[in-house]
């Protein structure tokens, strides 16, 4: 596609559940990255997918959160027995390389309310 | 571990004002630097970059120059417009990790006509 799609765009839900994100990169980007923005907070780390190599999960704040990139394409963040901390805006990125060089495409995110 | 300081906002300007929006950072060798912009409901956008000292980024009338010296990297534009109202964040990648970018908490800048 032209740009980094994301959906839901937002996603209301109650503590407890599990809800999943989805990610659909610019076509032709091996490399996808997934941040956190929290309210007042910078934009969080949270995990790496590079092509076929083993994804960087260093940033996942917990087992509770785990991704899937199905196919080399599209990501799926999961996030289990939600809660109210986990809410802020989920991000995506792709790029066309790995590397500062070349800048992201980031998605315009979904925003995550756990009530 | 690698750190990013802008300034708080939110910043108002009036149209055709001077801003500068300050930025510096903690890092581990030699890091690129970046400021991305976020205009209101859409996905961050690369503004500039510059991979080394003395480097200067620019685009769209703004300007931000590599300072190794002072650790800084402030954004710079002179004259700006209503449509740069957006939130502007500071972000940097180095060592071996290099995809991964560590960002500043934004600043919101609101130019009023």
């Known amino acids: 596609g032209a740009g980094v799609s994301q959906s839901p765009s937002n996603k209301v839900t109650e503590k407890g559940k599990d809800v999943e994100l989805r990610c659909d990169p610019i076509s032709g980007h091996t490399a996808l990255y997934w941040y956190r923005q929290s309210l007042g907070q910078g934009l969080e780390f949270l995990i790496y997918f590079q092509g076929n190599s083993a994804p960087d999960k260093s940033g996942l704040p917990s087992d509770r959160f785990s991704a899937e990139r199905t196919g080399g394409s599209v990501s799926t963040l999961t996030i289990q027995r939600t809660q109210q901390e986990d809410s802020a805006v989920y991000l995506c990125?792709?790029?066309?390389?790995?590397?500062?060089?070349?800048?992201?495409?980031f998605g315009s995110g979904t925003r995550l309310t756990v009530v | 571990g690698d750190s990013v300081t802008q300034m708080e906002g939110p910043v108002t300007l009036s149209e055709e004002a001077f801003l500068t929006i300050n930025c510096t950072y903690t890092?581990?060798?030699?890091?690129?630097l970046f400021w991305y912009v976020q205009y209101p409901g859409e996905g961050l956008q690369l503004l500039l970059k510059?991979?080394?000292?003395?480097d200067k980024g620019s685009n769209k009338g703004f300007e931000a120059t590599y300072r190794k010296e002072t650790t800084s990297f402030h954004l710079e534009k002179g004259s700006v417009q209503v449509s740069d109202s957006a939130v502007y964040f500071c972000?940097?990648?180095?060592?071996?990790?290099?995809?991964?970018?560590?960002f500043g908490k934004g600043t919101l800048l609101t130019v009023n006509p």
């Open positions: 972000a940097l990648s180095s060592g071996g990790s290099n995809y991964k970018l560590t």
């Open positions: 890092a581990t060798g030699y890091p690129s």
């Open positions: 510059a991979t080394k000292a003395d």
């Open positions: 990125a792709s790029s066309s390389k790995t590397g500062e060089n070349y800048g992201y495409t």
